[in-house]
């Protein structure tokens, strides 16, 4: 039996274009737990299987859930609810909520957790009851190597070892952007948690208090990114050797999917998992029905959620996905702790948005990112207008929960490149980390004063950038390159090749497929840089920029 999945609005696998937005994300982010799971499983009595009229439930979910499909199969069988999953990312999706654009589109919300989102008062009154389904706590995966090494194989680990061990030089990580993905922001609230040590949920002055040690611990963040899936490829071509820059200690992510990635066998030993003693914030995953849902919809929520919550769907969640059951009883995936300290989520709206903005300006390695612009003639008119738009959004200009994370951040270095039949000259800005409003102005001018004209030299352009991006020093560097046509001038594809295998640094680019860009030289450019390929063809242009902010 199928059921309809709509195309996932998320960052996909490297070099594959995409289409929306960041999946799971940070407004969806930090579930908490209530107590532990039991260390022997009780007994668990037959499930009673609660069928009714056949309904389509329409649920806007994360991406990852694909994964529940034969579940969810066997639910549409045993319940006759037909589940309709519309992927999205968690920041669209918030937004969307919030803004009264779910209702009507949908009947249910099925994120990593409604933790933040029901902190949002326009949010909140439009969310209905929810059902816990499954978790996964994030964790730290290590090398085996570097595990031995440290002694966290075989010794407790807290969270202010792990700060420790990247303040000596001991320990570099992977972990997703915590603006735009769940498990780097559920890694942020437990790091800055367990360091103020007071074992209640943070405030604002618990932020300045730990502040400085943050700020040591993410000299060791070596991969960013803005999904738990493209960071764990990343993580592993980095392992392999297939992207440059060589492998990376830590991959910091949800307990499943390092479960899932020791399984598959994409690495020559397996990861060893590092459960901070004084606690982690796991994903709960809620099936959550909207408040305006019909009493339909309420009811097949209902069948839904009591048929998932079953001890035979557990089973299959579990064995399926290698996420923790949500009811007793049910045995756990082999080899993983029975009981964990969950890390308290702060339940003020206030905290959590100071926490994103200290990390996103200070705390953060920062970044140096060149934007390679096509402001050739086919550029003239309504794409150049577009263009200056999703420049202009990434300003701070936007002040919605998706615009307040993709803004540039404080030292962070942009640098404009526009190309036509070569490139121009360069326009360099760092953002201000205290004042930031003069250097932001100074972008927008800069971008108001793009013009069109003359042909296409895509690959010289991107050299060009590359030659720009320099020493990286202490920062994330990225190229992103927006171009609406076929190289016509200079530098082709081949020689671009030959350019890069005579360099030693890694340097992620980011194609942005628009217009009559050439879709097959621009995905094999994301592939041999380590970066990933975005679609504006048929989506909106600010929407990638924002996006490709979760990767840099």
């Known amino acids: 039996m ?10 996909a696998l490297p070099g594959t274009a995409l289409t929306g937005t960041i999946l799971t994300g940070v407004v969806l982010a930090g579930a908490v737990l209530a107590g532990c799971t039991a260390t022997t499983p009780e007994p668990v009595a037959p499930s009673t299987v609660p069928s009714g009229p056949p309904t389509t439930l329409r649920v806007l979910a994360g991406s990852e859930l694909a994964d529940l499909e034969p579940v969810l199969d066997d639910a549409e069988r045993a319940t006759g609810v037909r589940v309709e999953l519309e992927f999205t990312g968690s920041l669209d999706g918030a937004q969307k909520v919030a803004e009264g654009k779910a209702d009507g589109a949908h009947d249910a919300l099925w994120f990593s957790s409604t933790r933040y989102l029901r902190t949002i008062p326009e949010a909140r009154d439009r969310l209905g009851p929810e059902v816990q389904v499954m978790t996964s706590p994030v964790v730290l995966g290590l090398r085996e190597p570097v595990a031995r090494e440290l002694g966290w194989d075989r010794a407790p680990v807290r969270w202010s070892d792990v700060a420790a061990a990247v303040d000596r030089g001991a320990l570099t990580f992977a972990m997703t952007d915590p603006a735009a993905s769940n498990t780097g922001f559920s890694a942020l609230v437990a790091v800055a948690t367990a360091l103020d040590g007071g074992g209640r949920a943070l405030d604002l002055d618990a932020i300045a208090r730990v502040s400085g040690a943050l700020s040591r611990l993410f000299t060791g963040h070596r991969v960013t990114a803005g999904s738990s899936e493209w960071l764990g490829d990343a993580f592993v071509r980095r392992a392999t050797g297939e992207d440059p820059g060589g492998p990376v200690d830590a991959l910091i992510t949800y307990e499943a ?7 598959s066998g994409k690495l020559s030993e397996p990861l060893v998992p590092v459960y901070p003693q004084d606690g982690v914030v796991s994903a709960d995953y809620p099936l959550t029905v909207l408040a305006g849902a019909s009493p339909e919809a309420r009811d097949a929520h209902r069948r839904l959620g009591e048929y998932l919550r079953g001890p035979e769907a557990q089973r299959a969640i579990v064995e399926l996905t290698a996420r923790r059951p949500a009811v007793p009883g049910v045995p756990q995936p082999p080899d993983v702790p029975a009981t964990l300290v969950e890390i308290p989520f702060p339940d003020n709206r206030a905290v959590v948005d100071a926490l994103l903005d200290a990390y996103a300006d200070r705390l953060r390695r920062p970044a140096r990112t060149v934007y390679v612009l096509d402001v050739s003639g086919s550029m003239e008119g309504e794409r150049i207008d577009q263009l200056k738009r999703a420049l202009t959004g990434l300003t701070g200009v936007d002040r ?8 540039f951040r404080g030292r962070e270095e942009v640098v404009l490149l526009p190309f036509s039949q070569a490139p121009g000259a360069p326009l360099s800005f760092t953002v201000d980390e205290t004042a930031p409003e003069a250097s932001l102005a100074s972008v927008r001018a800069a971008v108001e004063g793009l013009a069109a004209g003359g042909d296409t030299a895509v690959y010289d352009s991107v050299i060009r950038a590359h030659d720009l991006i320099g020493d990286p020093g202490d920062r994330f560097t990225s190229i992103v390159l927006m171009t609406d046509g076929e190289n016509r001038q200079g530098a082709g594809l081949a020689e671009y090749r030959a350019f890069l295998s005579g360099r030693a640094g890694a340097v992620p680019v980011f194609p942005i497929l628009f217009g009559e860009a050439a879709e097959g030289e621009m995905r094999e450019v994301a592939r041999i840089t380590g970066g990933a390929l975005w679609d504006a063809r048929h989506d909106p242009l600010d929407r ?8 840099q």
């Open 2 to 11: 199928t059921r309809r999945f709509r195309a996932p609005t998320a960052a």
């Open 257 to 263: 999917s390092l479960l899932s990635l020791n399984r």
């Open 400 to 407: 919605s929960l998706s615009g307040r994370s993709c803004r």
């Open 544 to 551: 990638a920029f924002c996006q490709i902010r979760g990767y």
